[in-house]
């Protein structure tokens, strides 16, 4: 039997999860009940044959909660708990039978009524059922004829009304904090699932923001490594042992600042360049290391200052750093201009190159591609200008921000 049995109304309201969560409480409910009966029963019984009647179907009443119905309850199946209701109305009805203590069992009655039925309509039925029945029995125990009818039914009437009124306002309440529980649960998997959608988000954005950072400074330096490693072999061919040295000694001078640029990457630290001056120092001395490897005069001209926030400094060095490399690769220049300027509340960086240029229809690469992400993820604008033998111009334009 599924849980969908013992459905109480409409919506996500189930009784079985109301039976899980009050099952402990109503056995002992059960328990107290029942040994409070029995108490009773023993000290006001007329006989040892009336004792003995009461005792023998309270055993069968326990047997009963404990095999049917608290299965019921965590199975949540219904078959189970009318079966267990069943038993519940002939127990009651022939302790009533039996003496006129069997009324006290009532107050159990009821109350598992109105734990195992599975609506309202349900819990309301088998009341009626089973004051129906008692009153049968009392009458029938005591031969009661005319008058005497009418206030055995008046009493058990009374309890019966009782009985509903309560029952109905329990199972209210029961049915409230069941769609309450109901909508934490729901409210606890969107926000988990909210949690694990934001750190999938995060991991595949720190992974971007890693590859863009490795693609702009360490994959940089290792291709200015491969050249002038390449250029000194040439040179130590050429036995101009001078220049080699030069060469090693530019090989050394990147390979330190890729090491520092990595261990700035593992810290998540500033780039080396911003974290000693300004953002126009450390394009100087981007500026000079190109030069030295490239041969190109390489010019910078700050117009803006100490203005440019800690984060569009890094976007604009980065930017600086990628356009240089796309000179080296493809621009065949022989001078390039980094140009800082403020507008306004921007900062901008231009990149002016005397190279080849490019053709309209020729597609943007990678390096491209990253800084234009960079200047969209921080609320800037890139664009590149450029037409074949009249150079290229980069600029990219951010918001200042906070120095």
Known sequence: MSTADAQAGPGPVTRHGF??????????????????????????????????????TMLVLALAYVLVGRRAAQRGSARLADGYLAVLVVVVVVQVANGDIGSVLLFLAYTQIWFFARTRVAGVVWAVALTAAITVAAVLRVGATGQEVTEIAAQFGTALMFAVVLGLWITQIAEQSEERAYLLEELSAAQD???????????????????????????????????????????????????????????????????????????????????????????????????????????????????????????????????????????????????????????????????????????EGNGLRGMRARADAAGGTLDVTAAPGRGTRVRLQVPAGSS
Do not use: C, K
Not at 23 to 33: A, E, N
Not at 217 to 230: C, E, I, P, R
């Open 19 to 56: 039976w899980l969560r009050m099952l402990v409480m109503y056995d002992l409910v059960f328990v107290g009940m029942s040994a409070v009966y029995l108490v009773a029963v023993l000290t006001q019984a007329a006989g040892f044959a009336d004792a003995l009647v009461a005792v023998s």
């Open 193 to 363: 699932a909210l949690a694990a959608s934001h750190h999938a988000a995060g991991v595949v954005a720190e992974r971007e923001r890693l590859a863009a950072e490795i693609h702009d400074t360490l994959a940089q330096g290792f291709t200015s490594v491969v050249m002038l490693a390449q250029t000194a072999s040439v040179e130590l061919a050429r036995d101009h042992h001078d220049r080699v040295a030069a060469r090693l000694e530019s090989i050394e001078g990147v390979a330190r600042d890729n090491l520092a640029e990595a261990r700035a990457l593992v810290a998540a630290f500033a780039p080396p360049d911003l974290q000693d001056g300004t953002l126009a120092d450390a394009l100087a001395r981007l500026a000079a290391r190109f030069g030295t490897e490239t041969g190109l005069r390489v010019d910078v001209v700050d117009d803006a200052g100490d203005t440019a926030g800690a984060e569009a400094q890094v976007v604009l060095l980065r930017a600086a750093q990628e356009a240089l490399a796309n000179v080296r690769r493809h621009a065949d220049a022989t001078h390039v201009t980094l140009r800082l300027a403020r507008v306004g509340p921007e900062v901008v960086l231009e990149v002016v190159d005397d190279g080849r240029g490019l053709a309209a229809d020729v597609p």
